[in-house]
């Protein structure tokens, strides 16, 4: 069982210079990902949710320290180099980014974009490169694709643009996609096209996914599980049914009322306070400020993300609270 | 570009705007005549011999610095040589040697701006240390240097100039190549898997390209100008060959005894090209959005 571990992430700290002055971003993450699982990742901006992305993708900003390891099918990550890390950004992991208008060089052509890694890491020749590339865009959903593969990045909507990004990421068949807020940066109705075209690929791949997204509801469309973070730690995670109904986490529960409804209340209820950054936790839960649920055991010290497997939960009154908390949600 | 509208399906927007692109891309007037005036240089150094009337150096015996005239269209030096001849056949030297000098010193500058840019701390420390160096080093200094070294003609000057123009290039490109390396797009790159050179030079340098073209333009005036420089303190081109520079070196004294026809017709030769190609380098810059 332990080593079956596709991805394992084992309390992962970053710290990063802010203001000339070392801060905690991450603290004490912990997350492990089977082969074929989907785990979504989900919180407010600034959590650390995009940061624990980066620090699986080998992609932390200049001036990071990190503590703790991830490993990749067993691997330390942060031991990579050259052509093993070249392996890994291909073989091993695929990512979707959040813009895909920032993230494509805007020079090149699509089909230059799309077959570069094809050709030059995987050695497929230019014309196998570009018969896997045009298969693949067909896939998610781009017509005329022949035609795309001379254009710019200009020439093409948000929407079909990260529908190329998609493809980029599955071209060279890597077992793990990890997807930055992908949807975040298109409209509406593009959104949930790029969803369903993510979704329907990795299950017909049989990839596993880290979706990260602010969206509780889209985590548990896509994903089965969903780890929710808060001030650069993982607060709770879960099966995302469970998480749904039966929050074991003050903040959760509080994040899932705060969602926006179709029928009846027309105000929201928001979580008092603002989100903290990681280096501005106080010693106790960093939810403590803002959590209702908080006494002084809650403010004095710090709780670990404990519990039974697919159940953890970092509160120390997890077990008292847990059937108010699901009562807060079913009445919402 | 908004993708409010754009359905997953649709056609992304084109032929709206291609009509006010193209118009964008249309030279205008001032474009057009440097353009002109570059392509008729390309011309007169590709088929100088063809066009010349005259030998460069045959000598008319019997006109010795004669005024312009249907048998010499720009007149004769003091030797009775043909003018014109001289100027299309001293075209070469100058304009070979200009632009030799600007593609040696883009190709070196823009090689060191992008290690600086991509390894940063210690290199680029090293890399911006040693162009802020050349800098410093007067361009026609290091050429007078190199003919030390080298004897007199064109191989001292050319390297020493490449060497001093290096450090234009270079400060440029890697401030250009800094922005880009903190593009989304670079991380995107490598999170694919693309190899660290490969990135460099096919994904920075395409888009600093740009920049590296108008650089080239505007340094070229003043390079021509530096060449013409050497050639006129008699250190580059040696005579008998034709060349501008040492034309208005030759025809200086010319000037004293009422003939300054070789000083100007080779000077008003290096003031049209030197106006055209830096014209158009600046016009390129604005329109492409380097502000300079």
Redesign the interface.
Known sequence: MINEALLEIDHLGVTLPVDGRPRPILRDVSLRLNAHDALAIVGESGSGKSMTARAI???LP?GATTSGVVRFQGHDVATLSGPSL?????RG?G?V?Q?PR???????TIGDYLT??LT??LGLSQASANARVLDLLAQV?I??AQRRLR?YP???????LQ?V?IA??LA?EPQLLIADEPTTA??V??QA?VVAVLNEQRQERQMALIFITHDLDLAAAICDRTAVMYAGTVVEEQRSTELHEHPLHPYTAALLNSRPRLEGVDTLTPIQGQPLPAWEAPEGCAFAGRCEFANDLCRASRPDLVGPPERLSACLRTVELCETLTLAVSEA | MTSGLAQPNSVPVRAQGSRARRRALRPGWVETICLTVILGLVVVVVFGPLLAPYSPNAIDAFAISAPPSATHLLGTDDVGRDLLSRLIIGARPTLLGATLIIAMSATAGTILALIAAWFGGGVDWVVSRNLNLLFAFPGLLLAILATAVFGAGLTGPVIALSLAYTPYFGRVVRSAALRERRMAYVDAASVQGVSSTRIALRHILPNVGGLIVVQASVNFGYVVIDLAAVSFLGLGVQPPTADWGEMISEGQQAILSGTPYEVIWAGAAILITVLAVTVLGNRLASRWGYER
Do not use: C, K, W
């Not at chain 1, 920032?102 to 090149?108: E, F, L």
């Open positions: 993708m080998r992609l200049e070249r392996e890994y950004h291909t992991i990512v980014f813009d920032a993230h494509i060089n805007p020079v090149r570069e890694v030059t890491n959903g017509p005329n254009q200009h020439q093409l909507s948000g929407g079909l529908r990004m980029a990421a060279p298109l409209d109705t593009t096209d």
